[in-house]
């Protein structure tokens, strides 16, 4: 591979670059081979080296496994249009996490237990290598119900076909509302060798429940006394994963890893109201059959952790038995409009599969895409030791930066410098403070980061970006991804997104890595301690005139200690 020193252009900063964009024209762009208008349905706002289907409607990943040397991953989607409905389980195989071959739909609503869909759940291997797969059919009256799906030949190495045996469905609600109970968690076993598994459920009073449910033989399945948790602060919760972290180690755990002071368990629930993944960090007591968590109210999900700011929900865990990690997938949704996904003829994309783990400070996960996807990495260039000062603006050329992956390491000023943070508000709302600081907000230590997917003239761009304050007893740092500018196509959805960086800033120095793949830009802040995944549609992307520049917009100079950025190649993907 050629590794290279590129020149870099520095420019001055034109605040006017932040305020001017909104003057220009909104009208087609033209390619100038076809003259065809090119439009939103543009191929150039599909992914490269994010997973999705061929054509149509992804959401949640459902049931990913290595099974037999092969990766599986299964995922709700839609057969016959790019907008939710006709829930079905689509079905990859891989041998890299990467690159993606896709196989026969593996359930398809077929009987009065899943007439109206097959939703979501999960795969457990059962001792003897046996795979099998729980999820939600929606009856015949609409109610949300348990199955369970058996490969139908476990000798085909690809387990393209699954059988629904006639017993089903295996659970049914029992004291919750029968339209909110739904996607059974992977399986873990007991010492006293039964297994569990938790459904998210709404009891009649609104309340959030994370029931428990046991069974010998897999068939058989019975509540539990208590759920293994429940709060009032959230109405129905989603996508339930309940997994062990080490303590001690970064390497993952199996499911049922328990009874050891270095186990710890995490409980991540999608709530529904709001579409957002938070999870909580606490023990498992196997007595009791009960989660707790540590050092955090329960009572309020806005204390709760998110594993990503950002497009991010329904996401889903599996142990990767043969690398011994424990590797994420979230689903990411447009946010274009839902004409705009029908003319596209396709709607969601998966987040890169990240390894996870937990923080040695035992507070809080960490994220890191999977080691294998830098094997998409291609042209590269480096900058090593580059100040920028208050109002620059440094072009990184040589890489296509509409398909891309930068590693950035920032060295931070004297801290001292940092603003006072008055309003205690900001401390609270990290999105709320993102959105009333933006990029063009001068501050001292800060605002800096990576203009992406920006015109020359920057009316479009996304910012993101840090800025450092000081509280009255430390010191606070913010992420953000803004894409408020990120395009000129009117009618989209552009938010701010933001949250705290918990790092111990006196280090003096922060990172951002940032996977740009289109219409995808994922960032992954001081090392995945903080993740922000957003969905942009520039026009720019159409003509390929794309750019990206590091920018500080703070009174104090920040230096790039050093700064990497890869072209990255196509996967192959379904
Ligand atoms: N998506 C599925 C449900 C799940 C929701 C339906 C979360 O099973 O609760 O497609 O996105």
């Known amino acids: 591979m050629a590794w290279r020193w590129q020149l870099v252009t520095i420019l001055l900063w034109l605040p006017s670059f932040w305020t001017d964009w909104s003057k220009s024209s909104r009208g087609h762009v033209l390619n100038l081979d076809s003259e065809v208008p090119l439009s939103i349905a543009s191929k150039e706002y599909r992914a490269a080296f994010h997973f999705q289907p061929p054509q149509n409607w992804i959401n949640d990943p459902n049931g990913p496994m290595l099974y037999n040397g092969i990766y599986h991953l299964f995922y709700q989607y839609n057969p016959y249009s790019a907008q939710w409905g006709n829930i079905t389980w689509g079905h990859s195989k891989s041998i890299d996490l990467i690159n993606w071959t896709p196989l026969d739909i593996a359930l398809r609503p077929s009987d009065p237990f899943d007439r109206q869909g097959c939703w979501s759940g999960s795969v457990t291997i059962l001792p003897g290598d046996k795979p099998v797969i729980l999820y939600t059919g929606i009856n015949e009256s609409g109610h949300n119900v348990q199955n369970i799906a058996l490969p139908k030949n476990i000798s085909d190495p690809f387990l393209v076909e699954w059988v629904k045996p006639s017993y089903n469905p295996i659970m049914v609600a029992e004291g919750v509302d029968p339209t909110q109970f739904r996607d059974p968690s992977t399986c873990w076993l007991g010492k006293d060798g039964?297994?569990?598994?938790?459904?998210?459920?709404?009891?009649?009073?609104?309340?959030?429940?994370?029931?428990l449910y046991q069974s010998k033989d897999f068939v058989q399945w019975r509540s539990a006394e208590r759920p293994l948790f429940s709060t009032n602060s959230s109405s129905m919760i989603e996508c339930i994963d309940f997994f062990p972290v080490s303590a001690k180690w970064k390497r993952g755990l199996d499911g049922s890893s328990m009874g050891s002071k270095e186990v710890k368990h995490v409980l991540k629930m999608g709530v529904f109201d709001n579409s957002h993944d938070y999870y909580l960090i606490g023990r498992y007591s196997e007595e009791l059959d009960v989660f707790t968590p540590e050092n955090v109210g329960e009572d309020d999900h806005r204390m709760w952790l998110r594993y990503d700011y950002g497009s991010f929900y329904a996401s889903k865990t599996f142990f990767d038995s043969d690398k011994r990690r424990r590797v994420l997938w979230a689903w990411s949704n447009e946010?274009?409009?839902?004409?705009?996904?029908?003319?596209?003829?396709?709607?969601?994309?998966?987040?890169?599969?990240?390894?996870?783990?937990?923080?040695?400070?035992?507070?809080?996960?960490?994220?890191?895409?999977?080691?294998?996807?830098?094997?998409?990495?291609?042209?590269?260039?480096?900058?090593k030791d580059v100040e920028v000062s208050k109002g620059g603006l440094i072009e990184i050329k040589g890489v296509k930066t509409s398909q891309a992956d930068i590693e950035v390491e920032f060295e931070l000023p004297e801290l001292e410098k940092a603003e006072l943070v008055h309003h205690e508000w900001k401390l609270d709302d990290a999105q709320m403070a993102c959105n009333e600081m933006d990029a063009s907000v001068p501050g001292s230590i800060g605002p800096f980061g990576l203009l992406i997917l920006a015109s020359h003239d920057l009316e479009e761009h996304t910012a993101v970006f840090f800025r450092v304050f000081k509280t009255r007893t430390d010191y606070a740092v913010l992420m953000c991804s803004d894409q408020r500018k990120s395009s000129l196509w009117p009618e989209l959805y552009k938010p701010v997104f933001g949250g705290f960086v918990g790092m111990d800033v006196k280090e003096g120095k922060i990172s951002l890595r940032t996977l740009i793949d289109h219409s995808v830009i994922e960032s992954f802040g001081d090392g995945g301690r903080t993740c922000i995944t957003a969905r942009v549609y520039p026009k720019l992307l159409l003509s390929g005139d794309t750019h990206m520049y590091v920018f500080n917009n703070g009174s104090e100079t920040v230096k790039i200690r050093e700064l990497k950025a890869w072209e990255m190649g196509n996967a192959q993907i379904n």
Do not use: C, Y
């Open 194 to 211: 039964l297994w569990r598994t938790t459904i998210g459920a709404e009891d009649f009073e609104r309340r959030a429940k994370a029931l």
């Open 335 to 383: 946010s274009d409009t839902i004409s705009d996904d029908i003319v596209k003829g396709w709607a969601g994309v998966l987040t890169v599969p990240r390894a996870i783990w937990l923080h040695k400070n035992g507070k809080q996960l960490m994220q890191w895409p999977v080691r294998e996807l830098e094997s998409l990495r291609r042209e590269k260039i480096e900058l």
